[in-house]
């Protein structure tokens, strides 16, 4: 790996970007105290710059305590010691509750040493390609989430290999990189199968599961759960002009949907934990008390967020499984 990287094409002046370079080298180990720099002529031969945009970074580095010169010798590392600031780029998919706990989690275990910026795609192959391709070289890491829509990792592939990390979905494609994630499929059949008794008093099982917003995973993990145990089952993309019928448990990824399905069964007077059976996807302190609580399947995103901070804290890059399990209430 290349000790200093300069992108012309990104918005962070090139000062800048050869102090991040030697900052993120000393972080990671790359450069420790005593080593010697690339002089000033040959960084700005290399990267095509005036010795005076060299010479601003180094004279930065030494105010800072970071480097200092011998005449006629160079630049050398003189501190491996100095409180060096991450610039994360978090994206997320949307804005919710449980997000919200993740990023509080992780804020709280990242500490002060690090600024957070934190972009939202809703969804949008689009958003999330100029999102990732205008910020490209500008912070030290890259937090994406998640990784499933259309190009993605693709996308991703152009970022720093070493920087980036794998937040909540990631995919075959992207094995190589470290990751806290859930693993839908596993997760919803084996919530699924410790609920089964209960189930079994209902007559069919139907996932709303709009696929361009969900993890394949989870219809995966369903449809296996279903077949295994002899469960009728339905699959459907939305709730809207759908009809409730005594005996269906419905299993819901989308809070919106699950708002639907409760005011229906109020207009049908139909009662969840007799008539029809509600699984949410993701626990919020909301779920537990409406209508006798929700039963939910939910992974622990404060759990999500500190790991992932300790993570990029310790300079980890494994593929972590975060727990999940079914919190079971009055709606099943």
């Not at 180990?29 to 700005?44: E, T």
């Not at 759908?242 to 809070?255: F, Q, R």
Request: with cysteine; glycine share 6%; charged share 25%.
């Amino acid at each position: 790996m290349k000790l200093i990287n300069i992108d012309p094409r990104k918005s962070l002046p090139k000062y800048k970007q050869i102090i991040l370079s030697i900052e993120t080298a000393i972080a990671d180990k790359r450069l420790k105290r005593g080593d010697h720099l690339p002089s000033v002529n040959k960084i700005a031969l290399e990267f095509s710059l005036s010795r005076d945009t060299v010479l601003l970074a180094y004279d930065e580095l030494k105010k800072r305590g970071i480097i200092y010169s011998r005449l006629g010798k160079g630049y050398y590392i003189k501190s491996e010691d100095f409180a060096f600031e991450q610039r994360i780029f978090l994206l997320f998919d949307e804005l919710n509750s449980f997000k919200e706990d993740l990023y509080n989690s992780f804020k709280e275990t990242i500490g002060n040493n690090a600024q957070i910026d934190i972009f939202f795609h809703y969804f949008s192959p689009d958003v999330f390609k100029k999102l990732v391709n205008e910020n490209n070289g500008d912070y030290t890491k890259y937090i994406i989430m998640p990784t499933t829509l259309k190009d993605a990792p693709a996308v991703i592939k152009t970022l720093p290999k070493n920087d980036v990390y794998i937040l909540d979905q990631t995919n075959a494609e992207l094995e190589d990189y470290p990751s806290i994630h859930q693993n839908f499929v596993n997760d919803i059949y084996k919530a699924l199968k410790a609920g089964q008794q209960k189930l079994k008093k209902y007559n069919n099982l139907i996932l709303i599961f709009p696929p361009f917003r969900q993890p394949p995973g989870m219809q995966e993990g369903f449809i296996k759960f279903c077949k295994e145990y002899n469960f009728n089952y339905e699959i459907i993309p939305d709730f809207e002009n759908h009809g409730i019928e005594p005996g269906d448990v419905y299993i819901i990824p989308n809070d919106r949907d699950l708002v639907n399905v409760i005011e229906k069964a109020r207009n049908q007077k139909l009662k969840p934990g007799k008539d029809v059976g509600i699984i949410s996807y993701n626990d919020t302190p909301l779920k537990k008390v409406v209508e006798n609580g929700i039963t939910t399947i939910s992974t622990d995103f404060g759990a999500m967020g500190r790991i992932l901070a300790e993570m990029i804290l310790q300079q980890s890059r494994e593929q972590i499984e975060n727990a999940s399990s079914m919190i079971e209430r009055g709606s099943l």
